[in-house]
């Protein structure tokens, strides 16, 4: 049951986070949309551990199944790549459009790790 409440809100992160990105030319709303979804994100990630260990399970790097160990790597990297995003995006905010090249790539790298992060959830 709860695995079906994730996966429900996984994917509608995953839909706000394409919208999001849709609307990144207007500013006010492509920030406060991004730090929805980031927060949210986040918030999925402490459920799934507190029902079900998942960091202890996840551990298990040797005997878990290659696409367990691929889905981990790609959901670890997300949440490392919110730090930047949310770093750069900020400075951008404040004006600094020097950060703009790395904001853009970054962004669209976390965006694929993060749909990459939803397809494999439901191969494991
Ligand atoms: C996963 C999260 C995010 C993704 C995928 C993302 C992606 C993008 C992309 C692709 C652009 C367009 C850059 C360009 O065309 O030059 C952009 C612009 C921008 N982003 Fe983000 N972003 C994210 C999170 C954030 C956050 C958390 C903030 C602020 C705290 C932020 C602030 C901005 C600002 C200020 C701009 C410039 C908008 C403008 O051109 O006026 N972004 N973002």
Redo the contacts with the bound molecule.
Sequence with gaps: MSSAIFQVQSFLIVML?IY??YN??I?FK??KI??T??IWDLLLVAQIELTRSAVLKASKVVSNPAILNIHVSLAVSTVI??AF??Y???K??KGDEKI?KW??P???V??TT?ILTLITSNLI
């Design positions: 986070m999001g990105v990144r030319k500013r492509h920030v991004m730090k979804v980031i790549l919110y995003i949310f750069t995006g900020n951008l905010n703009r904001h853009k970054l962004g669209f976390t965006l993060r």
